[in-house]
């Protein structure tokens, strides 16, 4: 595993953890935690088949 999809692999799941508890907490809707995790997740994913 090179640098960056190790970063990837970390980050993507904090940006995750970070969107549900923005949710719980009231500040984001439901749209945006779901374009947001899929967005994280579509670009991790894109970025890690790069690699």
């Known amino acids: 595993m090179t640098d960056a999809q190790i970063g990837l ?3 993507t799941p904090v940006i ?3 969107a549900l508890a923005l949710y719980r907490m009231g ?4 749209t945006g935690v ?4 899929l967005a994280a997740v579509a670009i ?3 970025l890690y088949m790069q690699r």
Request: glycine content about 0%; proline content about 0%.
């Open 9 to 11: 692999s970390i980050a």
């Open 16 to 18: 995750v953890v970070f």
């Open 27 to 30: 500040v984001l809707q439901r």
């Open 34 to 37: 779901v374009s947001a995790v």
């Open 44 to 46: 991790a994913a894109s």
